[in-house]
């Protein structure tokens, strides 16, 4: 018996549990054969299984669900209805535009918010055009700022006028959204707006205008946000070192490196990672120089910072981490010396194989089947014999994921 035929007969079970688990497998196989038993499980007298049911045909994506899933958008329970609105913007069919349309009217807030993501998702001038005239012209902001939610994905010249004109809305929150949005979608020519608004906007909309300028990577405003990194308000502080680590300029480094050295403790693992940010090597040094801070979470930062940088220079920083005290501090080394591929690191991380903390072991693992050799597989196996079993199944996966890797060049 096929294992489709099994779970069909599963979704015939008196007991509810079983149900419940064989329409979750359903979607888990994500075989368009299960579609049928997926639609008839949307009539079932459990909620739960219902509502399964939707997000599995949402994974699977078919066309043919999408008759049956539309009542839905009009179910009394309200995570039934947003469920369905963001199965139907998977499946990514027109035919499910005019319903969701219908649900941006829908009286819960989250359940509009769905609708307009999966309106965004479908694609279709339509369901665009309607957006962006929400954005516009609805009366209440939460309607305005979902409209930006859900248009931030589309990248065509009249949703980016649209989200750059909201900068101006006149609601503070909706000019928040608006914001981050203009920062996700690169909106270059809103660099001047975006440093008027630092003037008059509550701390909370600062940092969304600040990580907006550091996406663009705007040179014009190193000068004018400088100052909010010597702020007390914690988050905006560490926003402002995340952009100055974006832009990336000789004013922005100077800084980020003068505040690592003489700024307070709290925001030292945010300029660590905005130095790791601008990929450049004359940051190496003052990384370096971190290596034993007291603070498990700098130290983590730094490595993490080191593995971003393509220099040789960070090999012996990144190796002498792997002794850290601390497990996620040598599991990030690890991982950061995968990403770089230094043929030198291969030992260090071979010796690592057998540390104390699995996860380490595990790091060290995946970053030598990243940049494992010939000779790597063989230094590996001659060590087999002398391992646990456990640690030597972590080396056979090692060796199977290096000869895979070779082997596919």
Not at 140 to 151: E, G, M
Not at 273 to 293: I, W
Not at 296 to 304: G, P, T
Not at 374 to 381: A, F, G, N
């Amino acid at each position: 018996m096929s294992i489709l035929a099994k779970l069909e007969g599963y979704l015939k079970s008196e007991q509810v549990d079983v149900r419940r688990k064989a329409v979750t497998a359903l979607g888990e196989v994500k075989s368009e054969n299960g579609v049928t038993y997926l639609l008839a499980a949307l009539h079932d007298e459990d909620s739960i299984v219902q509502a399964t049911a939707v997000f599995s045909l949402g994974e699977i994506g078919s066309e043919r669900a999408v008759e049956q899933l539309v009542p839905f958008l009009q179910a009394k329970d309200i995570n039934l209805r947003s469920g369905t609105a963001v199965a139907l913007g998977k499946i990514g069919s027109i035919k499910a535009e005019d319903a969701l349309i219908w649900s941006l009217n829908d009286p819960d807030a989250y359940v509009r918010s769905c609708a307009a993501s999966a309106l965004a998702r479908i694609g279709s001038e339509k369901a665009e055009k309607l957006l962006v005239k929400i954005l516009r012209e609805a009366e209440d902001p939460d309607s305005r700022r979902k409209a930006i939610t859900a248009l931030k994905e589309v990248r065509t010249d009249r949703v980016r006028q649209a989200v750059f004109d909201a900068l101006d809305d006149s609601d503070e929150s909706v000019r928040n959204c608006a914001a981050a949005a203009v920062g996700e979608m690169g909106i270059q020519a809103a660099e001047t707006k975006l440093l008027n608004l630092l003037e008059k906007e509550s701390p909370d909309t600062q940092i969304s205008v600040i990580f907006a300028l550091g996406e663009i990577h705007s040179h014009k405003a190193v000068d004018v946000i400088i100052p909010f990194l010597r702020t007390s308000h914690h988050e905006l502080a560490q926003q402002t070192a995340t952009a100055l680590g974006k832009i990336a300029s000789d004013n922005a480094l100077k800084e980020l490196i003068n505040i690592l050295q003489n700024g307070v403790s709290w925001i030292k693992w945010s300029v660590v990672e905005a130095l790791g940010e601008t990929r450049r090597e004359d940051v190496v040094e003052h990384l370096t120089a971190l290596v034993n801070d007291p603070e498990q979470e700098v130290r983590w930062s730094v490595a993490r910072s080191l593995g971003l940088i393509r220099s040789s220079k960070c090999l012996g920083p990144l190796t002498s981490m792997l002794q850290d005290r601390n497990g996620e501090v040598r599991s990030m080394a690890a991982v950061s010396l995968g990403n770089l591929g230094f043929p030198e690191a291969i030992e260090p991380l071979v010796k690592l194989l057998t540390d104390r903390d699995r996860k380490v072991a595990d790091s060290a693992a995946v970053a030598l089947a990243e940049t494992g050799t010939v000779q790597t597989v063989e230094r590996l196996q001659a060590l087999l014999p002398t391992l646990t079993p456990e640690i030597a199944e972590t080396v056979r996966r090692t060796i199977d994921d290096i000869q895979a890797r070779l082997h596919s060049r």
